[in-house]
């Protein structure tokens, strides 16, 4: 396992690691640039997002919103709209935070200084350095979760990558092998190498140009490193969606809980512990006081359980379209939308999939919409 490292080879597994990028890295927008805020961007968007979906969010993101500037003065709905389909929802309203703070404290100018990166809402300690080293030079070393899997293989280190003494011991030798000369060129080459050659199933170790030297190879280890402490738990939720049509218009509401999707729009939900009937949902008190001004209603469509799976929870959804015959939408806590303006709201990707069969099987007349299931 794991022994002391001499400098010498600290630095030929650096070059090593530097001639391999030159030769192999992906010709990618936010590469070879040194403006902090569209790198800011692109690392925010790659967290726990692919490199192949990210790729169209960061150009649509950089065009909507060019600078530090045009991202703080944005209603918050458009930056959320923007991000629509790319999940973890919290990174654009930190993204939005931090360039509001960028202006009030920075005069609206990136910091350059690593503690004031780590300061902005949103940006650890893997984004701040990649911030620092790309656009500015900084000697700070990454440690993502490419670098994780190739040190542990390549060093046979077995603390567990998620635990506080782990993640330590990972950043001190992510710092011992960083090129404090290129530190930019160095850090790109490590993620890279991670992302397409050591990657975690089937890393291509007969092309490896460190194969003779890796510990994980050399003693049959590969599928055994990283360690990891924690299983991620996953828990079950139970949505009941309910899409009034009354007239031209229907109801939404914004998700102000700290909880997932916060401050995107949904149709009227009611949550529980297990999926319910209609005549179940409509038992809840709660609801029986706020539907009670939309009578008479009646569904004219049942959607089949849908189920959404998240990183941490696994959503159970069902979708009720129902018509009522009341004249005006106006329950507490929903807002009244025209159907036809339901695209400018920013809705998870669960809702997105409701309404892509919503709207291909709805149909107007009169000013009145009318749902056909199919
Ligand atoms: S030999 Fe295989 S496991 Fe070792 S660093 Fe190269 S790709 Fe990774």
Same mark, same amino acid.
């Given at each position: 396992m794991f022994t002391m490292i001499e400098n010498d080879d600290l630095q030929h597994i650096s070059s090593v690691l530097t001639d391999w990028y030159k030769k192999n890295k992906r010709d990618l927008p936010w590469r070879n640039i040194h403006d902090p805020y569209r790198i800011w961007i692109s690392e925010i968007i790659l967290q726990q997002t692919r490199v192949a979906q990210g790729y169209d969010y960061y150009l649509k993101f950089t065009q909507q919103f060019p600078d530090v500037q045009s991202l703080a003065n944005a209603p918050e709905d458009e930056v959320l709209k923007c991000w629509q389909g790319l999940g973890y929802y919290s990174r654009a309203r930190n993204l939005q935070a931090a360039a509001k703070r960028i202006m009030a404290q920075h005069n609206g100018k990136f910091p350059s200084n690593y503690d004031d990166i780590l300061a902005l809402k949103g940006i650890g300690e893997y984004t701040?350095?990649?911030?620092?080293?790309?656009?500015?030079?900084? +000697?700070?070393?990454?440690?993502?979760?490419?670098?994780?899997? =190739?040190?542990?293989?390549?060093?046979?280190?077995? /603390?567990?990558?998620?635990?506080?003494?782990?993640?330590?011991?990972?950043?001190?030798?992510?710092?011992?092998?960083?090129?404090?000369?290129?530190?930019?060129?160095?850090?790109?080459?490590?993620?890279?190498?991670?992302?397409?050659?050591?990657?975690?199933?089937?890393?291509?170790?007969m092309n490896? +140009?460190? !194969?003779?030297?890796?510990?994980?190879?050399?003693?049959?280890?590969? /599928?055994?490193?990283?360690?990891?402490?924690?299983?991620?738990?996953?828990?079950?939720? =139970?949505?009941? @969606?309910?899409? =009034?049509?009354?007239? !031209?218009?229907?109801?939404?509401?914004?998700?102000?809980?700290?909880?997932?999707?916060?401050?995107?729009?949904?149709?009227?939900?009611?949550?529980?512990?297990?999926?319910?009937?209609?005549?179940?949902?409509?038992m809840e008190k709660n609801w029986i006081s706020e539907i009670a001004g939309l009578h008479p209603i009646h569904i004219s469509y049942q959607s089949k359980?849908?189920?959404?799976?998240? /990183?941490?929870?696994?959503?159970?959804?069902?979708?009720?379209?129902?018509?009522?015959?009341?004249?005006?939408?106006?329950?507490? @806590?929903?807002?009244?939308?025209?159907?036809?303006?339901?695209?400018?709201?920013?809705?998870?990707?669960?809702?997105?999939?409701?309404?892509?069969?919503?709207?291909?099987?709805?149909s107007c007349s009169k000013n009145k919409y009318i749902f056909t299931a199919n």
């Open positions: 701040a350095a990649a911030i620092s080293s790309f656009a500015f030079k900084q +000697p700070y070393a990454v440690v993502d979760g490419n670098v994780f899997r =190739f040190l542990s293989r390549y060093f046979g280190i077995d /603390s567990p990558i998620d635990s506080g003494a782990g993640k330590k011991q990972f950043a001190k030798l992510a710092g011992l092998l960083l090129d404090k000369l290129q530190p930019d060129l160095h850090n790109q080459a490590i993620m890279e190498f991670g992302a397409l050659q050591c990657t975690p199933t089937g890393p291509d170790c490896c +140009p460190l !194969e003779t030297s890796c510990f994980a190879k050399e003693q049959g280890k590969i /599928s055994d490193l990283p360690v990891k402490e924690k299983k991620t738990r996953v828990t079950h939720r =139970f949505f009941h @969606h309910l899409v =009034f049509i009354c007239g !031209e218009e229907t109801l939404l509401s914004k998700r102000s809980d700290k909880d997932i999707w916060q401050n995107l729009y949904e149709f009227p939900l009611y949550e529980s512990t297990k999926l319910c009937s209609f005549e179940e949902i409509l359980e849908i189920k959404h799976i998240l /990183s941490h929870q696994i959503i159970h959804a069902v979708f009720y379209v129902v018509n009522t015959e009341s004249t005006a939408l106006q329950l507490p @806590h929903f807002t009244p939308v025209k159907i036809e303006h339901l695209n400018k709201y920013p809705i998870s990707r669960l809702t997105e999939k409701f309404l892509k069969k919503f709207s291909e099987n709805l």
